[in-house]
């Protein structure tokens, strides 16, 4: 067969998808199936395993870095030539789905046991990577682990990190579930380029009928964590006008920085995530409200002036109530822009395989963005059935997967070089 026939076996990858969804599984009333898998529980841990078990059966020289980032490697022709890496995250959200992350890393070994079994050797190495707590749902930032990986913070700082649902440290955890690695990081050389497959995680795809999204760079990312702090009180005593409450605030907030959103339109998104009220009661006025503002913008002048906006609002807010604010940076990436020729080689290898095509932005955060500070970084977007993501009734049909397994093996040993 010529390696131009190839293609992946996407019954394979689809068991394999199943085999990782069982472990951390959650069901929804209606027989949806998703994951809880959060990063570093043991769930997590367990998942890892799965996978590492699967990269040793292919043969791969696996390596776990000391932030607990794990990548197999196939070795190629020439010892010298860095690798071409496929990869994303295998940790989810509390409510997650099967496909998020999982695809981007199940998808690269699907190629990489594709090459195997025709028997094609490459001339650069061919590596599949999954990186620590993508999400950010346990530990903050998200994209944690790629970001230690291309030297964006440092692995000490990384370990110290405590866990925002029962304050474990991140290191402590790393050693509980046996992924406290000994390989450097950040790492030591860049791969020779970075392909990333996922799912939409949105509706434009599966709006327009395209197969194919050729992911153009990923938006900027704002999290800011704010603490308002007023006066506990009776709710039936206290008069309205006596009242120092963090509630209004917290209210104001959020129906304002939805109007921001409206207001720049565009690419503009805003959301407040999380809010937490204490001591939560329904006869007291709250004494404090915790919430989380997650403004987005592909454009970085344009989030900046959001986030100043999103600033004037909150103190506004909080002066003419009487209430006092604590900010807190939860994390900033400016706008990411991929590699144009990557770009247009995901483009037409889709082409090239009879598939429709569309460039886009993402909205989301991915691995691959970290990525791009180091190597040639493209992505591979398949579409979300009614654009679910974050959710347990989050799915893409079998045919849109391989569809997107195949454009990454073809895309991949374009680059890697069919020996």
Known sequence: MKHADLRVDGARLWRRLEAL?????????????????????????LGRDLVVGWMHDLGLAVSIDAIGNVVGVLAGTDPDAAPVMMGSHIDTVRTGGWFDGNLG??????????????????????????????????????????LVYVGGLAVEDALDIRAADDGARLGDELARIGYAGSTPCPAAAAPHCYFELHIEQGPVLEDEGITIGAVTGV????????????QSAHA???????????????????????????????AQVATVGRCEFTPNLVNVVPSQVTLTVDVRN?????????????????????????????????????PVEFDPASIDLVEATAQQLGLSTRRMP???????????????????????????????AEYTHPADLTAGANVLLHAVLARAGVA
């Open 21 to 45: 969804g069982e472990i951390g599984a959650v069901h929804g009333p209606n027989g949806e199936r998703g994951n809880a898998r959060l990063a570093l529980t043991t769930e997590d841990g």
């Open 105 to 146: 890393v199940l998808g690269g070994l699907e190629v990489v046991e594709t090459v195997v079994r025709a028997g094609i050797r490459t001339r650069h190495p061919l590596a599949v990577a999954f990186f620590t707590d993508e999400e950010g749902a346990r530990f903050a930032p998200d994209m944690l682990g790629s």
């Open 219 to 230: 938006q900027g990312i704002s999290w800011t964590e704010y603490t308002f702090t007023g």
């Open 236 to 266: 039936g005593t206290t008069p309205m006008r006596l009242r120092r409450d963090p509630g209004l605030v917290a209210a104001q907030v959020i129906a304002g920085v939805r109007a921001l959103a409206g207001e720049f339109g565009g």
């Open 298 to 334: 592909t454009d970085e002048a344009v989030l900046q002036v959001v986030e100043q906006r999103v600033t004037e609002l909150v103190d506004a807010a909080a002066t003419a109530e009487g209430v006092t604010v604590e900010r807190r940076t939860l994390a900033r990436f400016e």
């Open 362 to 392: 993402s909205g989301a955060g991915h691995d691959a963005q970290m990525l791009a500070r180091i190597c040639p970084t493209a992505m591979v977007f398949v579409p979300s059935v009614n654009g679910l993501s974050h959710n347990i």
